[in-house]
């Protein structure tokens, strides 16, 4: 299924003006020094590695492997790449030959590669077992990357304008919310931490986090229970009312009681009061 096969086993040379980026590309950013650096290395030598295209109609081609090489290209002017055309690749194909060869060079930057591993299994099926075959990736890398896709678009923004690294961000996963998370992203930079530090400061944080819950919890039940006495009290107080004794009742608070008093208007005539003793 991955084998790659050329026409009549010679590398074609396409118009860049034919070769359109991925679909989905394997980062959304590219160091312009490093570009032109490239591109200088490029000039000098040439290009020793052709770019991998697969295509998808007469006259255009869907670039698979060789993004920052077609950019450094185009900043040197050139007309037309070598390339090998890869046939009967579909999406998930290219998309996977595509992280093969990331994983294969130079470490890509680790949220746009989490980015690409969790929309594989999370929008396209593809197993994490497939992604460690294909990749030759271990299984830890793969979950980690799918964990690391959870994080929103501010959250991995404070990740790269600060320099965290993957150990942190997967440290700040440990909180589910995500107002929790920014939060403690904010102390990680603030304070300094690194990865280790995170990790205790994380778990101090859900710890005391889980001691407020439950105190606020026994509020809550406290506040509760403090709701049904009332409404008893009330309902008590309504039914002696519609059964035509005269009811007060008044309520107060201090600082440390809520008090209810209750007065019932004596009936006419003699009345015993019930459980009273007759002199």
């Given at each position: 299924?991955?084998a790659i096969?050329?026409?009549?086993?010679m590398?074609?040379?396409?118009?860049?003006?034919?070769?359109?980026?991925?679909?989905?590309?394997l980062?959304?950013?590219y160091?312009t020094d490093?570009?032109?650096a490239?591109?200088?290395?490029?000039?000098?030598?040439?290009?020793i590695?052709?770019l991998?295209v697969r295509?998808?109609?007469?006259?255009?081609?869907e670039l698979?492997?060789g993004?920052?090489?077609?950019?450094a290209?185009v900043?040197?002017?050139?007309k037309?790449?070598?390339?090998?055309?890869?046939?009967?690749?579909?999406d998930?194909?290219?998309?996977?030959?595509?992280?093969?060869?990331n994983?294969?060079?130079?470490?890509p930057d680790f949220?746009?590669?989490a980015?690409?591993?969790s929309?594989?299994?999370?929008?396209?099926g593809?197993?994490s077992?497939?992604?460690?075959?294909?990749?030759?990736?271990?299984?830890?890398?793969?979950?980690?990357?799918?964990?690391?896709?959870?994080?929103?678009?501010d959250?991995?923004?404070?990740?790269?304008?600060y320099?965290?690294?993957?150990?942190?961000?997967?440290?700040?996963?440990?909180?589910?919310?995500?107002?929790g998370?920014?939060?403690?992203?904010c102390?990680m930079?603030e304070k300094g931490?690194?990865?280790?530090?995170?990790?205790?400061?994380?778990?101090?944080?859900i710890?005391?986090?889980?001691?407020?819950k439950r105190?606020?919890?026994?509020?809550?039940?406290i506040?509760k229970?403090m709701?049904?006495?009332?409404?008893?009290?009330e309902?008590?107080?309504?039914?002696?009312?519609?059964?035509?004794?005269g009811?007060?009742s008044e309520?107060?608070?201090t600082e440390?009681?809520i008090?209810?008093?209750?007065?019932?208007?004596?009936?006419?005539?003699?009345y015993?009061?019930?459980?009273a003793?007759?002199?």
């Amino acid at each position: 299924m991955f084998a790659i096969t050329t026409k009549n086993n010679m590398i074609v040379r396409i118009p860049i003006i034919q070769i359109r980026p991925r679909s989905l590309p394997l980062r959304d950013r590219y160091d312009t020094d490093s570009l032109k650096a490239l591109a200088r290395s490029i000039k000098r030598l040439g290009l020793i590695q052709p770019l991998s295209v697969r295509k998808i109609s007469s006259d255009e081609y869907e670039l698979i492997d060789g993004e920052r090489r077609l950019r450094a290209a185009v900043i040197l002017g050139f007309k037309k790449l070598p390339c090998i055309v890869v046939y009967d690749c579909d999406d998930n194909s290219a998309l996977l030959r595509s992280l093969a060869a990331n994983y294969c060079r130079s470490e890509p930057d680790f949220l746009d590669e989490a980015d690409i591993i969790s929309h594989m299994v999370r929008k396209e099926g593809i197993t994490s077992a497939e992604l460690c075959r294909t990749m030759a990736a271990g299984r830890q890398r793969i979950e980690e990357d799918i964990r690391l896709g959870a994080l929103d678009t501010d959250e991995k923004e404070i990740i790269r304008s600060y320099g965290l690294t993957k150990g942190h961000a997967l440290a700040a996963l440990k909180i589910s919310d995500r107002v929790g998370r920014k939060t403690v992203l904010c102390e990680m930079i603030e304070k300094g931490l690194n990865v280790y530090q995170s990790g205790v400061f994380i778990d101090e944080y859900i710890a005391d986090t889980g001691r407020r819950k439950r105190r606020s919890q026994k509020s809550t039940l406290i506040l509760k229970n403090m709701r049904i006495v009332e409404n008893t009290l009330e309902k008590a107080i309504d039914t002696l009312k519609d059964s035509g004794i005269g009811v007060i009742s008044e309520q107060n608070e201090t600082e440390e009681y809520i008090e209810y008093t209750v007065r019932l208007k004596k009936p006419t005539g003699k009345y015993k009061t019930p459980g009273a003793r007759t002199a």
